[in-house]
């Protein structure tokens, strides 16, 4: 029997994650779960938002999963250390989303926008650095953003409003590459292309991700699955607004009727 992916996200957002994968991996089984009931996690302490993925990795396992992906940025920095939960392989964006930054640059700039938690820990920062000493990292908190996108508000002169405050500093650096510490992000990225221009690369937390979970089969930690496959989608709060905000960020892609959960 196929076993399912698991990943997890405090929101929607993290379907930016889980389109990518569906569509890099056709044949593969994924089972998404958006904590929406709790949502943020960005202005949660680190205690809290790992309590919250503790239980959350406890509901994937019962799924039974064979791999789970950390989609949320905020909760991949209070889980740096763990390779595995309970036998388990966890995947988070971090590090890899670091190499890819670096990879890309040109010049050693590199700027991380991200959740209040996510730039408080320093997590991408050190990370880069210590990959590679000489980087010139630029961090900037976007807490608005997630809300915006959990209201459908994109291409919005609101959106585009906000964004170009936050991003002032970075546009004033000349940055030309800029890791999106957040999978809510990748939905606004028509709004953030437009302030930052053309010429400056996102780094994408999905593209990241597919790179790792390949990584995952040709190690042989997991096996490939076979045959037809099912994408479950299931929240804790459960809204018409959610609903039809899911269907529209997995579109193309086609998904279940999403499942209300209590963790």
């Known amino acids: 029997m196929n076993k399912s992916i698991g990943i997890f996200d405090s929101g929607l957002g993290g379907l930016t994650v889980l ?5 890099k991996f056709p044949h593969e089984s ?31 396992k019962e799924q039974n999963v064979k791999a789970i992906i950390i989609a949320c940025n905020s909760a991949s920095t209070v889980f740096l250390e763990d390779s595995d939960y309970e036998s388990i392989p966890l995947l988070n964006v971090i590090g890899p989303g670091s190499a890819a930054a670096i990879a890309t640059s040109k010049d050693d700039k590199i700027a991380v926008l991200g959740t209040s938690a996510t730039i408080r820990s320093h997590a991408y920062r050190d990370t880069l650095k210590r990959l590679n000493p000489r980087v010139e990292v630029t961090e900037q908190a976007c807490p608005l953003f997630v809300p915006l996108v959990e209201e459908g508000m994109v291409n919005d002169p609101i959106t585009e409003m906000v964004a170009k405050k936050y991003l002032a500093d970075i546009q004033k650096r000349h940055i030309s590459t800029v890791i ?20 400056v690369s996102l780094v994408e937390s999905g593209d990241v991700l597919a790179n790792e979970l390949e990584g995952l089969f040709k190690d042989h930690i997991i096996p490939r699955s076979s ?10 709060d459960l809204t018409d607004h959610f609903e039809k905000l899911a269907h ?14 209590v963790l």
């Open 227 to 236: 045959g037809s496959r099912t994408i479950r989608v299931c929240i804790t």
């Open 19 to 23: 389109k990518v994968l569906s569509q």
């Open 30 to 60: 994924f089972c998404y779960l958006g904590d929406i009931a709790r949502l943020p996690y960005g202005n949660k302490s680190p205690e809290t938002i790992r309590r919250y993925g503790l239980q959350i990795l406890a509901f994937l």
């Open 248 to 261: 529209q960020l997995m579109a193309p892609e086609k998904i279940s009727d999403l499942e209300r959960v």
């Open 180 to 199: 999106l510490g957040c999978t809510h992000y990748p939905v606004i990225r028509s709004d953030l292309k437009r302030v930052l221009g053309e010429d």
